[in-house]
């Protein structure tokens, strides 16, 4: 096989439609474009979810809900991971720089440290936020939590 020996499959390509050539073409007159309207038109362009002046769907359908601009989403790392990461990285404070080295956060990410999992080393851990449950574990085994600021 060679370059000049490739052909496309038989059947994926069609005669290219030379519209505007005159009536014997078969696709004169208004070039395949219908009758009236913008669609006929050159330069025609619609916004998205445009349907022809009918009213869009996204205003037909109810809006329901709230959303919160100034919500602060967390990404969660619980506290049963911690320990994993601690002894992992054979380390005794954890950190937001040491949690993305393990993986477990991204660069912009806020981190929240959740209470599910056991914990049974003493660990420093910096982190945004934590739940009440999470702080009571890392005290309970003699670690301290710090909110980073």
């Given amino acids: 096989m060679k370059l000049n020996n490739l052909t496309p499959a038989a059947g994926s390509r069609g005669r290219q439609k030379r519209v505007g050539r005159g009536e014997g073409s078969g696709h004169g007159g208004q070039s395949t474009r219908g009758m009236n309207g913008a669609k006929s038109r050159s330069g025609y362009h619609h916004k998205a979810g445009f349907e022809g002046g009918q009213m869009p769907i996204q205003r037909r359908l109810p809006k329901g809900g709230f959303k919160n601009p100034t919500r602060v989403e967390y990404k969660a790392v619980n506290v049963g991971l911690l320990e994993t990461v601690a002894q992992k990285f054979n380390v005794t404070a954890i950190d937001f720089d040491l949690l993305m080295e393990a993986g477990l956060v991204a660069k912009n990410d806020l981190v929240k440290v959740l209470g599910k999992g ?7 851990v910096t982190v945004d936020a934590f739940s009440a449950s999470a702080i009571a574990k890392i005290e309970a085994a003699g670690g301290k939590a710090v909110i980073n600021k």
Avoid: D, F, N
Avoid at 118 to 124: F, P, Q, R, S
């Fill in 118 to 124: 056991e914990i049974k080393t003493a660990l420093e």
